[in-house]
C-alpha cells in the first residue's frame, strides 16, 4: 500500500516476473498459456518472462525432461523444488524450532528441541538456535536447495526496525537479535502471530482475517487484503490487551481487565486453582499445560470445562470488537487456541453474533489450518514470498 | 492492496500520468525538473507526460503565461483549478449539503439547509438532495469547472455494493440511493466517517490514523498507510459498537455495553437528564444539541462537564482496544467530538496511556482539522482523487 514505484521499464520488467512466479505459486503448474491468460500478458510477453525465471532456477518446465529443449511452448511449468528456499526459526517460551521451505511451499528439514526459556538470556537461547540453523542449511543444500533468507519468530512485540521491544514471557526487551545470529543469510525478525498468518494465508481461502494465537500470551495478526497490516510502529494485533472489562483484574502492560487476563494460558490454569509455575515444571515443552486442559476436560472435569468457556467468552468479547472495527471475513484460532477449540469455540461465537453491529454480517470463525506450526513455517514462508516478490536475476 | 495490474505500456503510462498528478496535488507546484526527481523518471519522460497532462486540461503552468509557449522547461507546473471538479454531498440527520472542490482540493461552491432528515423517507430526501446537487453544479460550471462525478457521504452502513445497508438515525435499511439521484455523474456512496477521514488525510501529516466521527451516532474510518480500511463487507469502522462494559445496556444492534451507548449524543443528552426528542426539537440543525452541551458545561454546569467526561472514558476505552489491535500514529476526533474536545479529551486520553499494551509507544490524540465539515469535503475529495488517480485522456 505503499506510494507505487515509477514505471520505468526495469521496474515493470521485475514486476512482471514476480506476477509469472506467484500466478504459479498460487495455481501450482500452469503452461505459458494459461499464465498469459491469467496475468493479461500476451504469449510472446510471456515466454520471454519464462525463459528468463528458467535461467535464474526460480521455475521448471514438468513433463519428461528433454534436455536442450526448454521453451516448449505447451509443457506445464512449476516453481523451482531445486532452487531457492527460506529457512524459518521460532523461538517460542519452552522450544526452539527450524526448517527449510521450498519455492512450492513444502517443509523440506525441520528441527524442534524442548528448551526452558522463560527468563533466559538472549546470547545462550541464540547460540543454541545458530546450532539448529546451521544443521536445516546442511540438510537444505544436500537436498538440493540454496537457503535465500532467514526469518525469526518471537512471542512478543517486534519494531518496525525488527528490534525485540517486549518479549514478557521470554523476559526479554529491546533485543536486538541480529548481531546475535552467525548466519550469514539475510534476517527477518518478526512477531510469532504475524508469521502464523502468513501460514495460514498460504493455505486458507481468506483474503482479510483476523489470525489469533496463543502460545502462552494472546497475540494477533491482522490481514487485510492478503497483507499483514504492521501498524505505525510495527506492534498491530495486541490482540491480548484489548480491554474485556475495564475494571478487570491489573495486567503487566498497566492496564485492567485486559484480554490475556482471562484467556491467558495463565489465566485459565489459575482459574482451575493450578499454580502456573508448578504446571510449567511438570508439564514442561510446548503445548505441555495446553494438552493437560484438553485431557482434564475431555475426561469430565467440569472446572476445567467453564474455565475454557469462560476464555471462549472473554475472546468472543474481544473479538466483538475487532470485527466491528476490522469487518474481516473470518476470524481464525492459532496455535494452543486450535487445540482447546472444543471447549472455546462455543461461548466465543455466541458472544461474537450477538454483538455485530449488522447481525446481517457474516464473519466464519474457523480454525488455522497449519495450527501450532503456523509461526515457525510462516517465517520461512516469508522469505519464500520475498523471492517471489523480487526475484533474483539469473547469473 | 489489490494485485498489481499486469505491466503493459498502456497502464505504465497511465500510472505515470497519475504520478504527476499526485506529486502536484502534495507540492501545490513544481518544476519540471522537480517532478522528475520526485517521482525518479528521466526529464524528457516528464515532458511528455505533462504535454498529455496539459493538453487534457488537468494541469497548467504557472506564472505570466505566454500563449502558445507550453512546454517551457523552467516553469512551474500545478493542478488545474479551471478543470475537473468533484461535487460533494452529505445526508445528514438533520441537515443536507452539497460543495464543489476542485483538483487542487479548494471548495468552490457550497450549500447547507437544515432538514429534519429522521424517520423520513429516502425519496424526498433525495428529491431535496437532488435540487441543492443542481444549484451547486451549475454554480461550478460558471466558474468554469467541469464536475467529474458525485459523491454521497450518509450516517450509516453503506455495502461495498454502495448500497445503504442500514442508517440508523435515518430509518432507512437496504436503499440504493443512485436510482433516486437525478444526476448524469458517476455517483458513489460511502459512510460519512470514510469520507471525513479522506477530508482529514488532505489536510494532515498522519497516514496511519483511526478518525472517530460522532453526528448522532459514533462511527470510525481506519486509514492504513493513506488508504482506507473497508473490511470484507464494506463495513470496518463500527467503533459505536466496540464493547465498553459487556454486560452494559442494551443497544439496538443487539449488543450490550457498546461504546454508543456511552458515548453517543443520545447517552450524553439522557445522562443529564434531558429527553433527546425534546432537545431535538428545541435545538434542531447540525450541532444543535451539541453546541447545547459545550454552552452548558462552559457555563459551569457539573452534571454535563461529568457526563462528557464519563464518555471521554468510555471512548478511551474503546480505542484502547482499537490502539492495541491497529497500532495508528494517530487518533482523530472529528465532528461533534471535535467540538467537546476540552471535555472528552482529558479522561479520553488518560484511559488510553493507561491501557496500551507497550507504554513505550506513542499515539497522538488530535482534533480533525477540517472538523465537521470534514465528511462533506471528503465526499468531494474522493472525486477528486479517482480523477488524479486515473487521469480522463486528453479529448
Known sequence: MSAPAPGTQQAMRRRNLSLV?????????LSRASVAARIGLT??????????????????????????????????????????CGIGAEIGVDHLSVCAVDLRGTVRA??????????RAPEPVLAELNGL????????????????????????????????VRAPNLGW?????????????????????NFGALAELREAEWRDFVHVSAEIGI???????????????GFAGELGHVPVRPDGPACACGGRGC?????????????????PERAAREHPGPGGRIALLARRSEAGDDAVTRALGDAGEALGIALAGAVNLLDPQAVVLGGALAELAPWVL???????????????????????????????RGSALRIVQSVLDEPPAAA
Open 173 to 193: 526487551q529491546g533485543v536486538d537479535l541480529r548481531p546475535l545470529l552467525t548466519t550469514a543469510l539475510p534476517v527477518t525478525v518478526d512477531n510469532e502471530a
Open 110 to 119: 525441520r528441527i524442534a528441541v524442548d528448551a526452558a526459556n522463560r527468563g
Open 133 to 164: 540453523i546451521q544443521q536445516i542449511t546442511v540438510e537444505a543444500r544436500r537436498a538440493g536447495l540454496e537457503p535465500a533468507g532467514l526469518g525469526v519468530a518471537v512471542p512478543g512485540l517486534v519494531g518496525r526496525d525488527q528490534t525485540v
Open 43 to 84: 504469449r510472446a510477453g510471456v515466454s520471454a518472462l519464462v525463459e528468463e525465471l528458467l535461467r535464474a532456477g526460480l521455475i521448471v518446465e514438468l513433463g519428461r525432461g528433454r534436455p536442450g529443449t526448454v521453451g516448449r511452448p505447451g509443457s506445464a511449468l512449476a516453481l523451482n523444488d531445486q532452487g531457492p
Open 259 to 275: 484480554l490475556e487476563q482471562y484467556a491467558g494460558e495463565e489465566a485459565v490454569l489459575r482459574a482451575v486453582g493450578i499454580a
Open 21 to 29: 512466479l506467484h500466478a504459479l505459486a498460487e495455481e501450482g503448474s
Open 346 to 376: 462455543p461461548r466465543l461465537e455466541r458472544e461474537l453474533s450477538d454483538r455485530l453491529a449488522d447481525p446481517a454480517r457474516t464473519v466464519r470463525v474457523t480454525v488455522s489450518r497449519p495450527g501450532a506450526e503456523g509461526p515457525l
Open 219 to 233: 497475540g494477533a495478526a491482522v490481514v487485510v487484503d492478503g497483507e499483514l497490516l504492521r501498524g505505525a510502529h
